[in-house]
């Protein structure tokens, strides 16, 4: 097309499209342009703020590394990485929500009533529950997948004072579809704003803080993986997750405990001297 205008742009740019385009490529192409289009016009976006969004956006693929995505935080914070999950999550399912950037592969195995919290500070919780399909029937043999920071708020791979795998740890369900842990409560933290993406939040008055929270990514064969997090019910960020990961049924009440309450059959079992907090947590997958 010779004389573009911006009301034919979008136009040329399908015209430009070759015929043997795949149907997937050329609705997210088309609805992209469409989209990138209406909005510059919508804004009237002027050349310095187009500049702008291109050296931000070399600026976050230059701080990009193996260890940090700039790109997935970016992703985070606008709330796209949540809405893809929302997309895709079954509602028969657990809620899934965000994998974040510091789950480590392969991390050590532990028994059922295995200890994360080892001789890590903070208040000792006991988290356990049941992995369970559609019906509520029991999944033995399922591979839960768990990670969350130190009391300090960091993860170990942010943190030279940690060991590599502390607090990820990997179990395998039991007979009964159980599983069961000990670990210290999460506690709140903040997304790194060192960065472009920091200069975001920072610009549109937004802090960076994500409630505190356990990951956990649920495998078992025949389902489909589940990736999601376990939110304690009285945490202040609940209602303001910076990258939007919180749903209702993650949220769960962590309840106090006597020494004496403390369940046989766990790693710590004998050694509790000190009250504790539980949480119950079932997470239910669907099949694939
Ligand atoms: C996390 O929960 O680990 C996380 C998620 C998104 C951005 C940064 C951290
Ligand atoms: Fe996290």
Redesign the pocket.
């Known amino acids: 097309m010779r004389s573009v205008t911006a009301e034919t742009i979008t136009e040329a740019f399908l015209g430009y499209f070759g015929d043997e385009v795949n149907p997937r490529t050329h609705q997210l192409m088309e609805r992209l342009a469409h989209h990138v289009h209406e909005f510059a016009k919508e804004v009237e976006l002027t050349h310095d703020e187009w500049r702008a969004c291109i050296e931000f956006l070399t600026e976050v693929g230059n701080i990009t590394t193996a260890e940090r995505n700039e790109f997935v935080?970016l992703s985070?914070v606008l709330g796209l990485s949540s809405l893809v999950d929302m997309i895709h999550s079954d509602p028969h399912g657990t809620s899934s929500s965000?994998l974040?950037?510091?789950h480590i592969s392969n991390p050590p195995r532990l028994p059922y009533g295995g200890d994360l919290k080892r001789d890590n500070d903070g208040e000792l919780v006991l988290v356990q529950g049941r992995v369970v399909g559609p019906a509520g029937e029991p999944i033995s043999g399922a591979e839960l997948d768990i990670w969350q920071t130190a009391t300090n708020g960091m993860y170990s791979s942010q943190d030279d004072a940690q060991d590599t795998f502390n607090f990820h740890g990997l179990m395998t369900t039991d007979e009964s579809g159980r599983y069961a842990f000990t670990t210290v409560k999460p506690v709140p933290y903040t997304?790194p704003t060192d960065g472009p993406v920091g200069r975001i939040l920072d610009a549109t008055g937004r802090h960076p803080w994500?409630p505190s929270?356990l990951?956990v990514i649920a495998r078992a064969q025949g389902f489909r993986t589940l990736v999601t997090e376990i939110f304690p019910d009285d945490d202040p960020y609940l209602d303001q997750d910076t990258?939007f990961g919180v749903r209702s049924d993650l949220v769960m009440r962590y309840q106090a405990r006597a020494a004496a309450e403390f369940p046989d059959g766990m790693v710590l079992s004998g050694q509790v001297e000190t009250a504790f907090e539980q949480v119950d947590f079932d997470l239910r997958l669907v099949a694939d």
């Open positions: 935080l985070d965000v974040g950037p510091f997304v994500r929270h990951h990258v």
